[in-house]
């Protein structure tokens, strides 16, 4: 075998994989010496990359009006960074602890943070990924609030005792200095004033601080005396403070509703209060009290009335009412009504001095699963159109795939199309969040991710060079028709809420077809166009699966006949197609209480269908004897082939989407030819009796299904999670399948007789899973909490997702249901025998087996139009342990070999440009020599991967994935011009195994699976490319390549950019001449240590940032930096002062000496003549 490397195999390697290794098939060597691999671990590295989408569970908000970054804080401590379109930026406290307040340090590249668990922290956003510099945990008291003045580096803090601390954001460390809650209020006071719910300095006069107590007291403090100027009392709880930009009045919001107006020198009584949305009595008395204002900012213009903008404080009468807005202004008062409670909200003004006329321009408003921006300069307040893909959560994602490097031409062609659904009425303004840089990444490749939704809706996102934007969104409920009451509901939906809800989907990017499976057992398949078309009727396709089998019925003889085939325009229903001598036993439509009834009603009125994805046909499973059908687990759709099959716990079926007919409709156990020597026996058959009164219990768990697992998840547990006191017996292929949960009454076959005939058989059956993996699995399941999404191995009293109706069936009797879990189409050898290529379809079952479908293709043109496809089972090919999760097939010398395609024309042009277009894209080589294998078949299952020689079917390699947990997820991708397979287990690891030889290449502990979340949207991509919901609003991006890895700085946006602060006001000749300017003050002098002296040790702890390198270096460059390069300069001049003084003193000295020998010189010949001397 070939030699690797295995540095990163060990990576994070545990029981769960490192029990397993490749194993070569003995005697065929020569396979791998044929094919070079080149993929090694050195091309594989793991990392995170972006996250898009909206913040989950936002708590705060903080804008640089300078820089113009919007900073978000959630409550799991995270933050979110926005510039322009398409500069985000990601960060984790460790702790997790909810982001409470933030602050910017304005046009300095930092961010101050403050959290629940009472620590602060110091963000240096002058790196492209931010880090932090300092913290300091709080240990006696809990911060409340804080207030970082605009160009000061002194941050005041206050606290639920009442107290207020000063913290100096340079070093991060404690003053001296601290307004204690009993020197701030008046002495007479018998109760303690509350938690400070606001501090900001006056405008004008940096030295008095106002300080808002909850119980209502709002103090004007002197810094410099260190007492309290004056104090303002009123009987209603204070929920914020604004300023007046020229610091003689502040407004109070309260908890009654009401907004109290104060001169600062007339503290006795406030000088307005008025009740915004209370009803005013005509005789005078006092409002009615409103619920609590929770904030309100005072804004000040040159040119006209100031704004008074503020959250709440709407009528208790208004019961049932949406969050609103107000926004005063002059004479007039509008409310602005919001589709999520408010969270925060700024306004955004045109200078950053608080002492200016402020000059709103904008009001950003952050809701609890929205971010919208209001124009304050526009008539109504439009509000402006949002560039960041917010929207994920719209509705629910219920599934999600991703596709790297697709055709160029179709982000255009979706944009194209998209751009026409964009709402109307936005500002017409530019978005005010501007600030930032695109990356200089060197990713050019094209990026889609599709995301289904619980509404049933579709969207199309361009996701190139490490953005998202939506290109174009699908409605497929227009398709039905809408319940209009509760009762016509409760009639002909299978689930309570969301039957619309997207469950998997199937989309061709070349030739564009896309194929889509939703909650309620129905399938849709759309092409693409960019011509508008109104579709009078919708072709409609009724598929009636069930699985119980009479004694009457056994399997093809072989496994090798056509089954019949409905003709082409017949009726649209292939019920009416079938022979009606074809009784199942115990299914009469007389028996239950719904049959042969689609659980959605499609529309009957004509269908105007937009340029873009057009419905060409509709399928529908029908209940079968009053018993739902069952959710349909597994999808695909080839274009070349004009086919789509889908399969489910009963079986598959496979449609001719051409001719718009039910091309086969058969059990997963008639796919097994009668010597197939993995064949599952059919169960005796049972009579029918009367549906349980559980019912009710199934359809609410049907409700779910829109919330539920992955692709992967579905598959494997689709048979196990639905009732298993069915057949598995052989049937004809037309009335197949009955609903695994109808209920038939058996006089003579109890549950518990045909649970022991199949206990006896199991015992001589090796395929079965082991009570130990069992164990795991409910083990596993029930560390993470997930009652409702289990694995199908689990014991009845661990899965609270069954549909049994028999309280004595056991996993056991679980495995009995074998459900399809994958599909792929394929060109290659369908029997051991062939030696030219053929149309085939690979069929994947939650057992492990993967089965071989020849199909029989009618030329091209009209004769496909007419002649029937043909179908035939050519048993198994091979099986492995667990569910099959993706399969693949690779040429001799290891390349993939995609399924064939049609490149897309457009359906709605003329035949001449259809004819030009419509050239099936050329298949892979032809024929093999006698006794050479020109394939190989790759397949990954939940536990194991194999490789398959075609057309000898001799297994050449194996590796075994897992022991002790499973894969959720298995893709064959492309990667560094090769080709692996890369795994995403539910124990959190993440690997990926070399083609064909399947050698381990990475194995990383990334992820624990927390949150069945993820397992239902992870998904591989080519070029090293993945991703996953990790929050119901937020999708993250990452990389398994190492070069993705090694330029992921480039590629990443940056937040800081170098800008000037503006000017600060001018003063004017009247107020620089008496005095009337704002006032200054030495804040270092009065809290630093000189002055204020050291505070208590025990009082905050403080923290380095983990930064590490990359922080300090971006701390050199930073505020921090900036602030360390002053004090060394300061330091050098004092030294080059203090030798300057030195050399000026010697020189003094110098010169008394002089002065005294000149003095003595004169004496000695003072009195002496001349010629004495």
């Not at 060990?10 to 094919?35: H, K, Y």
């Not at 009290?289 to 009468?317: H, N, Q, W």
């Not at 396709?541 to 496994?559: A, K």
């Not at 007419?866 to 179908?871: A, K, N």
Request: aromatic share 8%; charged share 20%; net charge neutral.
């Amino acid at each position: 075998m070939k030699k690797f490397n295995i540095r990163k195999v060990l990576d994070g390697l545990t029981a769960a994989s490192s029990s397993s290794s490749a194993t070569a098939q003995p005697g065929t060597p020569r396979e791998n010496d044929v094919i070079q691999e080149t993929l090694q671990s050195e091309h594989f590295q793991l990392c995170k990359t972006v996250r898009h989408g909206f913040p989950y569970q936002p708590s705060s908000m903080a804008f640089d009006p300078v820089q113009k970054i919007l900073a978000v804080g959630t409550q799991n401590g995270a933050l979110r960074l926005f510039g322009r379109a398409g500069v985000e930026c990601y960060c984790q406290h460790e702790s997790g602890a909810a982001v409470i307040q933030l602050q910017f340090l304005i046009n300095e590249g930092a961010l101050v943070s403050a959290l629940a668990d009472d620590s602060i922290h110091l963000w240096n956003l002058r790196q492209k990924i931010p880090a932090i510099l300092h913290s300091l945990k709080f240990n006696r008291e809990r911060i409340t609030y804080c207030h970082l003045p605009f160009q000061s580096k002194w941050l005041y803090i206050g606290t639920e005792r009442g107290n207020i601390h000063i913290v100096n954001v340079e070093s991060f460390t404690l003053s001296g200095y601290v307004i204690m809650w009993n020197k701030a209020i008046e002495l007479s006071t018998k109760t303690h004033p509350g938690p400070v719910v606001h501090i900001s300095d006056n405008p004008m006069d940096e030295g008095k601080l106002l300080i808002g107590f909850e119980c209502g007291v709002v103090v004007l403090w002197d810094l410099k005396c260190k007492k309290a100027d004056y104090r303002y009392n009123y009987d209603e709880a204070i929920h914020s403070v604004a300023w007046h930009h020229e610091g003689k009045q502040f407004v109070c919001s309260h908890s009654d509703g009401t907004l109290t107006t104060w001169n600062i020198r007339a503290q006795a009584k406030s000088a307005q209060i008025i009740t915004p949305h209370g009803k005013q009595p005509k005789d005078g008395k006092k409002p009615e009290p409103c619920k609590p204002i929770l904030k309100v900012e005072y804004k000040t213009t040159r040119a006209g009335d100031p704004f008074m903008i503020l959250s709440g404080g709407l009528s208790y009468d208004t019961v049932g009412r949406r969050a609103c807005l107000t926004v005063m202004h002059g004479k007039s008062t509008a409310v602005l009504e919001m589709d999520y409670p408010i969270v925060d909200f700024l306004t955004l003004c045109e200078t950053p001095y608080p002492n200016d006329f402020q000059e709103p321009y904008a009001v950003v408003v952050l809701l609890e699963k929205d971010l919208v921006v209001i124009d304050l300069g526009q008539i109504g307040y439009p509000i402006f159109e949002n560039p960041y893909p917010l929207t994920i959560h719209e509705s629910p994602v219920t599934c999600c795939e991703y596709f790297v490097d697709c055709p160029a031409e179709l982000i255009p062609a979706l944009y194209s199309v998209g751009s026409r659904q964009k709402r109307q009425g936005y500002s017409k303004k530019e978005w005010p969040i501007s600030g930032g840089n695109w990356g200089q990444g060197t990713q050019s490749y094209p990026e889609i991710i599709i995301t289904g939704h619980a509404d049933g809706s579709i969207k199309f996102w361009d996701a190139s060079a490490l953005m998202l934007q939506v290109l174009y969104k699908l409605k497929t409920a227009k398709v039905f028709e809408r319940a209009r009451s509760k009762e016509e509901k409760a009639n002909t939906d299978i689930v309570e809420e969301d039957p619309f809800a997207i469950q998997t989907l199937s989309w061709c990017p070349e030739s564009r077809m896309l194929c889509v499976a939703g909650v309620s057992a129905h399938v849709i398949i759309y092409r693409f166009s960019k011509q508008e078309i109104t579709t009078e009727v919708v072709q409609l396709l009724e598929v009636r699966m069930q699985c119980e089998f009479s004694d009457g019925d056994s399997p093809d003889p072989g496994g090798d006949q056509t089954p019949t085939l409905p003709t082409p325009g017949a009726s649209s229903s292939p019920q009416e197609s079938e022979p009606p001598t074809q009784p199942s036993t115990g299914s009469n439509s007389s028996d239950g209480p719904r049959d042969n009834k689609p659980c959605l009603q499609v529309r009957s009125s004509p269908l105007k269908q937009s340029p873009g994805y057009q419905v060409e046909l509709v399928i529908q499973l029908v209940w079968v004897s009053g018993e739902p059908p069952q959710p349909i687990t597994s999808l695909a759709i080839n274009s070349s082939y004009g086919l789509v099959v889908f399969g489910n716990s009963n079986g598959l079926a496979v449609v001719d989407y051409l001719q718009k007919t039910l091309l086969l409709n058969m059990g997963t156990s008639e796919l097994y030819s009668p010597s197939d020597p993995y064949q599952r026996q059919p169960r005796s058959p049972r009579k029918t009796r009367q549906p349980s009164g559980d019912n009710p219990t199934k359809t609410s768990c049907m409700s779910r299904l829109s919330y539920l697992y992955s692709e992967s998840v579905k598959k494997l547990r689709s048979s196990h999670l639905t009732t298993l006191d069915s057949n598995d017996g052989s049937n004809t292929s037309e009335d197949r399948c009955k609903s695994p949960t109808s209920g038939s009454t058996s006089p003579c076959n109890s549950d518990d007789e045909r649970k022991q005939k199949f206990i006896e058989k199991v015992k001589f059956t090796s395929r079965r899973f082991s009570k130990t993996v069992a164990n795991d699995f409910a083990k596993m399941s029930r560390k993470i909490s997930l009652s409702s999404e289990q694995k199908p191995d689990l014991d009845a009293k661990d899965n609270a997702f069954t549909r049994s109706r028999s309280s004595s069936v056991t996993s056991i009797d679980r495995e009995s249901r074998e459900a399809i879990s994958s599909f792929h189409f394929c060109e290659s050898f369908p029997r051991k025998t062939d030696s030219v290529v053929s149309p085939c379809l690979l069929v994947g079952t939650t057992q492990g087996t993967v089965m071989m479908v020849a199909l029989s293709l009618p030329p091209p043109g009209d004769h496909r139009l007419q002649q029937p496809v043909g179908i035939s089972s050519c048993g198994t090919l091979v099986t492995l342990k667990g569910g099959i999760l993706t399969m693949a097939l690779l040429d001799a010398t290891g390349t993939l070999l995609p399924p064939s395609y049609e490149p897309w024309y457009d359906p709605n042009a003329s035949d001449e440009e259809k004819e030009k277009s419509r050239r099936r894209r050329p298949a892979s080589p032809p024929s093999t020599q006698e006794g050479q294998d020109s394939q190989f078949a790759v397949l990954c299952s939940e536990k194991q991967a194999k490789v398959v020689a075609m057309p000898s079917q001799t297994r050449i390699y194996k590796h075994n994935i897992t022991e002790s947990s499973f894969v959720l997820r298995a893709d064959v991708v492309q990667m560094a011009g090769a080709y692996c397979i890369a795994c995403f287990c539910a124990n959190g690891h993440i690997m990926t195994l070399s083609l064909p030889s399947l050698r381990p290449l990475l194995d990383v502990n990334y992820l624990p699976l927390t949150d069945m979340r993820i397992a239902r949207t992870f998904c591989f991509s080519n070029l090293g490319q993945a991703l996953y919901l990790t929050s119901p609003t937020e999708i993250q991006r990452i990389t398994y390549s190492q070069e993705t890895c090694d330029n992921r700085q480039e590629m990443l946006s940056e937040l800081f950019t170098p800008v000037e602060t503006p000017e600060a006001p001018n003063k004017g000749f009247f107020k620089g001449l008496f005095g009337g300017g704002a006032q200054s003050l030495d804040r270092e002098d009065l809290f630093g240590e000189t002055g204020a002296g050291k505070a208590s040790r025990s009082l905050a702890q403080h923290i380095p940032g983990p930064g590490g390198m990359e922080g300090m270096k971006g701390a050199a460059s930073g505020i921090v930096g900036d602030l360390a390069r002053a004090r060394i300069a300061l330091d050098e001049r004092g030294q080059k002062l203090g030798e300057l003084e030195d050399r000026t003193a010697a020189m003094m000295s110098s010169a008394d000496s002089f002065s005294k020998h000149a003095h003595d010189m004169m004496l000695k010949y003072k009195d002496k003549k001349w010629y004495q001397l």
